[in-house]
Each structure stands twice: as structure tokens, then as C-alpha cells.
């Protein structure tokens, strides 16, 4: 079997990196969460030389200091980190955080349910679809 799917998630809020927290725990033998607090200690991590670079970072818009757009176009500006799919993940709904999201290459947008159900199922769905992408087209040399 091939070890679980790396995430990095980045939100600011500490009762949505809880919550998240605990859904993911449910999904251990899939996957291994990490999370921070902001956009700075995202791009600190990610750019750690002896750090595992994630299979996907989980990334909210709206984050005091460094906006999620800022880390994601600094992510698609940096050889290193220009590959690793980022998913936005976060409550803004507006059409032009959505558009720019894709503009900066985001790969996903995920609205953050206000339902602790709906967010399971998104977790559900958003593991079954990047462990099978994981598997079906990720070299296992990135491990």
C-alpha cells in the first residue's frame, strides 16, 4: 500500500483547523494533515529544505497578513513549490475570488460548509479524489 496523501492546511481560524482537525483524524490511514496558522508560516514550511513537501496544500482566501491568494501566487512563482496542487478552501462564495483563484492556477475551490455533515462529505469526496489522482499519475519517487 503507498503511504498517506500529505495535506498542508493554511487557515487562520482556530475552530476551522480543529474542525478540520478532527474530520481528517477519521481519515488517518489516508492521509497525514498538517496545519498553520498563516500564509507566512505556510510558505516557512514549505520552503523548509528537510520538511516532506505535501501532495496538496488546503488553502483559505481570507487570512490576516498574507492572503491566500498572495500564498498561492507566491507558490506558483517559486520552481520548488509551482507543482503541488493547491485548493482554496474557504467560506467567500464572491464570483471574483473565485475567478482569480483560477487565475492564480489554484486547482480546486472548495465554499466551506456551515454543516459539520456537508464538510464531512466534502472531506470524503476531496480524499477519494486526490488519493486516486495520487495513485493513477504521482510517481512514488516524490515520497
Same mark, same amino acid.
Given at each position: 500500500?503507498?503511504?498517506?496523501?500529505?495535506?498542508?492546511?493554511?487557515?487562520?481560524?482556530?475552530?476551522d483547523?480543529?474542525?478540520?482537525?478532527?474530520?481528517?483524524?477519521?481519515?488517518?490511514?489516508?492521509?497525514?494533515?498538517?496545519t498553520?496558522?498563516?500564509?507566512?508560516?505556510?510558505?516557512?514550511?514549505?520552503?523548509?529544505?528537510?520538511?516532506a513537501?505535501?501532495?496538496?496544500?488546503?488553502?483559505?482566501?481570507?487570512?490576516?497578513?498574507?492572503?491566500g491568494?498572495?500564498?498561492?501566487?507566491?507558490? &506558483?512563482?517559486?520552481? $520548488?513549490l509551482?507543482?503541488?496542487?493547491?485548493?482554496?478552501?474557504?467560506? !467567500?462564495?464572491?464570483?471574483?475570488?473565485?475567478?482569480?483563484?483560477?487565475?492564480l492556477?489554484? !486547482?480546486?475551490?472548495?465554499? &466551506?460548509?456551515? !454543516?459539520f455533515q456537508?464538510?464531512?462529505?466534502?472531506?470524503?469526496?476531496?480524499?477519494?479524489? $486526490?488519493?486516486?489522482?495520487r495513485?493513477?499519475? $504521482?510517481?512514488?519517487?516524490?515520497?
Open positions: 500500500m503507498s503511504r498517506p496523501l500529505r495535506l498542508l492546511l493554511v487557515d487562520d481560524s482556530l475552530m483547523r480543529h474542525l478540520a482537525e478532527e474530520v481528517f483524524a477519521e481519515y488517518a490511514h489516508l492521509c497525514e494533515v498538517t498553520v496558522s498563516s500564509g507566512q508560516e505556510a510558505l516557512r514550511v514549505l520552503r523548509t529544505p528537510e520538511s513537501l505535501p501532495d496538496v496544500v488546503l488553502l483559505d482566501v481570507n487570512m490576516p497578513g498574507m492572503s491568494f498572495e500564498v498561492l501566487e507566491a507558490m &506558483k512563482a517559486d520552481p $520548488w509551482v507543482q503541488i496542487p493547491v485548493v482554496m478552501l474557504t467560506t !467567500s462564495n464572491h464570483d471574483h475570488d473565485i475567478t482569480r483563484a483560477y487565475t492556477h489554484a !486547482s480546486s475551490y472548495l465554499i &466551506k460548509s456551515l !454543516s456537508d464538510f464531512v462529505a466534502q472531506v470524503e469526496g476531496f480524499l477519494e479524489f $486526490w488519493t486516486r489522482a495513485l493513477t499519475s $504521482w510517481p512514488d519517487a516524490v515520497s
